[in-house]
C-alpha cells in the first residue's frame, strides 16, 4: 500500500499503546521499531495488529547493521520478513549505519565513513533487503557525533548515490540533518539531493549541550528543525511526515499536536502556526 | 579540515569531497571499513583509546574524546534500558543504581550479537550467580532466570490450549504412554530460594502482604495464559512432574519420578487434576494405538 503524501504520523511506543487503542485519534500512519515486534506471538504484536487494523503501519528497523563490515545477518532479516508479511507495512525504513562488528553488536545508530567501500557495501546490502522483501526500502541518514578523516563523499552525496544506485528511497531525518550540520560545522547541503527519492521525512527533538547537539529524540522540535523541514517541503514537494519521541514521552497528545503541526508546514507558509 | 566540506563542487549535483589525506584512515586501503569499525567498537567498550583511533575522526583529540564518550553512554544506556524492561523485578531488588552497574559488567563479561535487544540477557542471572558484589543476594540470580523465562514466554507463540475433548480418545493405558505437549514458552525453573514469591509480591498491584521466608525453596512453572505470562509455585512432587512432563517423559514415567521425589509419595490424583485442569498444555503424542472412537 502507498501512503498519501501529506500523511502524518507518530512513533508508536509502549506508553502511548494504550491511549492510541482507546482513542483512535486521525493520524495518516504510525511506526513502529520493527526489533520491538520480532516476538513469535504474545501481546505487543497483537498491539501492533491492532494499530494496524487501524492505521497504515510504518516499519522502522533499528538492528540490521547495514553498513556493518560482518556479514549480513540473514536471521534478523528473515524477522522482519516474517513481521513484513504479518503486518503488510506502508513503509519499510532502516538506517544508513552500523552497529555490529566481529560477531558482537553495540546496538547503537554508528556513522559510516563515507567512502567508495562503504557505498558498495551499502548498495549490495540495500539491495539484498529489497530483494528479500519483494519491495524498496527507505534508509534514513543518522544524526552523529563524530565523522571521519577518510570520508570522499558528503553525508547528502553518499544518500543521493546510494539511492541512486540501489534504488532505494531515502528517509530524510530533518532533526539529523541539523544536529550533525551542528555538531560538525558543515552547511546542510539539501541540494545533493534528488526530491524523488525521498519517501518520508522524520522530525524530533534534541538537546542542545555544551560541546554539542544530542540527538535523543526527548523534546519537541526545535524552530531550527521545523524552518529546515519547510526548506525541505519547498524544494521537494509535501513527503509522509513522522514525529518520533523517544525518550522522556509526554502524553500523547503532545505528539499529536507536533503531528498537527507538521500538517500546517505541508499545508504551506499561510496557513503555519509561529513555531 | 571543514574547508573540504565547505570546498567541495557543486555543479548539478556532484557529490564529491576531497578527503583528507591524513591519519589512519589516509590510505584508505581495501577492508579499511572492516579495521575502523574494529576501533570503533574497541573504543566503545573500553575507556582508553589509542591514538590511531582518536586519529580516524576529523575532530581534535579532546573532542573526540568528548564525543566517543557521548557514544559509549548511549550503548550502555540501550542495554542498561532493556535488561532492566526484561528484569523488572532484579531492578527493584536492587535499585536503579546497582542495576545499572550490573548491566554494564554484564555487558563488558557478555556482548550482545543481535541487533534486536529483547534477545539480549539470557545468561544475566548465570553471570550474576558469579558476580561477588551481589553475593549478598543468593536468591537474585535464580529471580534473574525466572524473569528471563517470563520474558520468553510473552514473547512465545501464541498457542492453543489443549481441550481434554481431544484426550477422551485415549484409553489409561495410551494415556499413560503419551507424551504431553505444552503451550509455547512454558518453563519449569527449581529454586533452593522462595523465587515465586519473590517474584509475585514485586508484581504491580500486589495488594498483600509484603512478606517472604527465605527459607523456603520454590519451583516456579511460567506459562503464557492468553497474553498474560503465569508463574506458579509448584510443591516439590509437582515439580518433579512437571519437569519430567517438559523433558518430554510419558505420562506414566514422570507420575513414578514424582513418587520418588517424596519420602509421603504424591497424591497422583491431585497431580492428574491439577495438570489436566490448569496445565498449560498443547497437545499429545501417543505412542499406542489410538482408541477406535467410532
Known amino acids: 500500500m502507498s501512503l498519501d503524501s501529506h500523511a502524518v504520523g507518530i512513533g508508536l511506543r509502549a506508553p502511548h499503546y494504550r491511549a492510541l487503542d482507546e482513542q483512535r485519534p486521525a493520524l495518516g500512519f504510525v511506526e513502529v521499531h520493527s526489533e520491538n515486534f520480532f516476538a513469535d506471538g504474545g501481546a505487543a504484536l497483537r498491539v501492533l495488529e491492532r494499530a494496524r487494523a487501524a492505521y497504515p503501519v510504518s516499519l522502522h528497523g533499528v538492528g540490521l547493521s547495514l553498513g556493518s563490515a560482518d556479514t549480513l545477518a540473514t536471521g534478523h532479516l528473515d524477522k522482519l520478513a516474517r513481521l513484513a508479511a504479518r503486518i503488510e507495512p506502508c513503509l519499510v525504513s532502516e538506517h544508513l549505519c552500523w552497529g555490529a562488528i566481529a560477531g558482537s553488536h553495540l546496538n547503537d545508530l554508528l556513522p559510516l565513513p563515507y567512502t567508495d567501500e562503504a557505498l558498495t557495501l551499502m548498495v549490495g546490502r540495500v539491495q539484498r533487503v529489497q530483494e528479500r522483501l519483494a519491495r524498496p526500502i527507505l534508509i534514513e541518514n543518522v544524526s552523529a557525533y563524530l565523522d571521519y578523516r577518510a570520508s570522499t563523499y558528503s553525508e547528502t552525496g553518499f544518500l543521493a548515490e546510494l539511492a541512486r544506485r540501489s534504488g532505494c528511497q531515502l528517509l530524510l531525518d530533518i532533526n539529523n540533518l541539523y544536529v550533525n550540520a551542528c555538531n560538525f560545522g558543515a552547511p546542510t547541503r539539501l541540494s545533493d539531493l534528488d526530491g524523488v527519492t525521498i519517501g518520508e521525512i522524520h522530525l524530533a527533538g534534541h538537546t542542545v549541550t555544551e560541546d554539542c547537539l544530542i540527538d535523543d529524540h526527548g523534546s519537541r522540535v526545535s524552530a531550527p528543525v521545523w524552518a529546515l523541514y519547510r526548506e525541505a517541503i519547498a524544494r521537494f514537494g509535501v513527503r509522509p511526515t513522522l514525529i518520533e519521541w523517544d525518550t522522556d514521552i509526554p502524553e500523547l497528545a503532545v505528539l499529536l499536536d507536533e503531528a498537527s503541526f507538521a500538517s500546517s508546514c505541508q499545508a504551506g507558509p499561510e496557513h503555519a502556526r509561529a513555531a | ?294
Open chain 2, 1 to 294: 579540515m571543514k574547508q573540504a566540506l565547505r570546498a567541495a563542487a557543486r555543479p548539478a549535483r556532484s557529490t564529491r569531497v576531497q578527503p583528507e589525506l591524513r591519519g589512519a584512515g589516509s590510505a584508505t586501503p581495501a577492508g579499511a571499513l572492516d579495521a575502523v569499525q574494529r576501533a570503533f567498537a574497541s573504543a566503545l567498550r573500553d575507556a582508553a583509546t589509542d591514538s590511531a583511533t582518536i586519529e580516524l575522526f576529523r575532530l581534535d583529540g579532546q573532542a573526540t574524546a568528548r564525543r566517543l564518550s557521548i557514544y559509549r553512554g548511549n550503548v550502555v544506556a540501550a542495554v542498561t534500558r532493556a535488561l532492566s524492561a526484561s528484569h523488572p523485578v532484579c531492578v527493584q531488588l536492587v535499585g536503579d543504581e546497582f542495576f545499572a552497574g550490573l548491566a554494564r559488567a554484564y555487558w563488558k563479561s557478555t556482548p550482545s550479537i543481535s541487533g534486536d535487544l529483547g534477545a539480549y540477557g539470557a545468561t544475566l542471572g548465570d553471570f550474576i550467580a558469579e558476580f561477588e558484589p551481589c553475593a549478598s543476594l543468593p536468591y537474585l540470580a535464580d529471580v534473574a532466570r525466572l524473569e528471563w523465562a517470563v520474558h520468553c514466554a510473552g514473547s512465545a507463540s501464541d498457542g492453543a490450549r489443549l481441550s481434554l475433548a481431544q484426550l477422551a480418545v485415549l484409553d489409561a493405558a495410551a494415556l499413560g504412554d503419551s507424551q504431553l505437549e505444552f503451550l509455547p514458552g512454558t518453563a519449569l525453573l527449581r529454586s533452593a530460594h522462595p523465587i515465586t514469591r519473590i517474584w509475585e509480591i514485586h508484581q504491580a498491584g500486589f495488594d498483600g502482604a509484603f512478606e517472604v521466608d527465605l527459607e523456603v525453596a520454590q519451583s516456579a512453572l511460567v506459562y503464557r495464559d492468553g497474553f498474560a505470562v503465569r508463574v506458579i509455585g509448584l510443591e516439590p512432587a509437582a515439580a518433579v512432574f512437571y519437569e519430567a512432563l517438559l523433558a518430554r517423559h510419558s505420562l506414566d514415567e514422570a507420575l513414578d519420578r514424582a513418587a520418588c521425589a517424596t519420602t509421603a509419595g504424591p497424591d497422583r490424583r491431585a497431580l492428574l487434576v491439577d495438570l489436566f485442569q490448569n496445565g498449560p498444555l498443547a497437545g499429545f503424542a501417543v505412542h499406542s494405538p489410538v482408541k477406535d472412537i467410532a
